[in-house]
């Protein structure tokens, strides 16, 4: 059996019932592809062995999903401290050298939030794909959502291995110890009835995990976080950062299964021309 026939296989047995057993209609939902800026970085950062040394701006990408019972928020950007040129004070000038960030204060989740006409208090869930600083940096700002995430990206976060630490700044989340959490062990139905599920992912992190959305109009897309950075890797090019080089591989397998079984479609959080070709300024439904 060929590698690839493995993988599928391997990954196939983890397909969950979530991704086909729901006809319901999720009607009256919305959904919002927003960025907190940019990041300047080595493109081999993302595509392992390609394109070593070449400099490649990408989004990154936040949503905000408007469900019928409650506003939920996935992925919170880099920390508003980074704003302007806050970047050095905050993360520090190896990190702000090595990414970086370019960042307005208006294209914080909180200002994208009010553009669509809400607030951080209208925030019953946030959901995070991992806690690195470019996905989870405004946790402090939802001090009254439930903050939904995998328990292992929560052990990895706040006790990283040493190689991988670099990712995490401890400063992102040091006051949100007793925020309410909801610590998953695996895919979660958020509100029970198939619109919002989380799908575990893991590979770059220990506790990586993306979320698919069904929507009446566009249909099923998954909001892919870091399991897949950009439409090379969705075509076979490793992460160019993952903890877990075989996890990634599977659960890139296992997305793509799942969007090809909702005849859906895989969103990314860094690929600059996929996001550009998307709508910002509206709802899809």
Not at 101 to 115: A, F, H, N, T, Y
Not at 137 to 152: C, M, S, Y
Not at 160 to 185: H, I
Not at 205 to 223: C, E, N, P, Y
Request: hydrophobic share 35%.
């Amino acid at each position: 059996m060929n590698k690839t026939v493995l993988r599928a296989t391997v990954a196939a047995a983890f397909v969950v019932a979530a991704g086909t057993a729901y006809a319901a209609s999720c009607e009256g939902m919305k959904a919002y592809q927003v960025s907190s800026g940019t990041l300047t970085l080595d493109k081999s950062g993302l595509t392992k062995g390609v394109d070593v040394g070449k400099m490649f701006t990408i989004p990154v990408a936040m949503y905000i999903i408007d469900h019928p019972r409650g506003v939920v928020v996935f992925d919170t950007g880099n920390a508003d401290d980074v704003s302007g040129d806050g970047c050095e004070g905050y993360w520090g000038k190896g990190l702000c050298d090595a990414i970086s960030p370019k960042q307005s204060r208006g294209e914080v989740i909180d200002r994208q939030l009010e553009k669509f006409g809400y607030s951080t208090d209208d925030v019953k869930y946030v959901v995070y794909s991992h806690f690195h600083l470019d996905h989870a940096g405004n946790i402090e700002l939802f001090p009254k959502a439930t903050h939904v995430v995998q328990r292992k990206e929560l052990e990895f976060a706040w006790w990283p291995e040493k190689w991988f630490a670099g990712a995490y700044v401890m400063k992102d989340y040091d006051e949100s110890r007793d925020y309410n959490y909801w610590e998953l062990a695996g895919d979660f139905d958020l509100f029970g009835d198939g619109c919002v599920t989380a799908l575990t992912s893991p590979g770059h992190t220990r506790g990586h995990q993306s979320v698919m959305v069904r929507l009446d109009k566009t249909g099923a897309v998954i909001f892919a976080g870091d399991a897949i950075y950009t439409t090379e890797n969705l075509n076979g090019v490793p992460l160019g950062y993952a903890v877990d080089v075989s996890a990634s591989e599977m659960s890139r397998e296992r997305l793509k299964m799942i969007r090809d079984q909702n005849q859906g479609e895989i969103w990314f959080s860094h690929d600059p021309v996929q996001y550009d070709s998307h709508d910002h300024k509206l709802a899809y439904e």
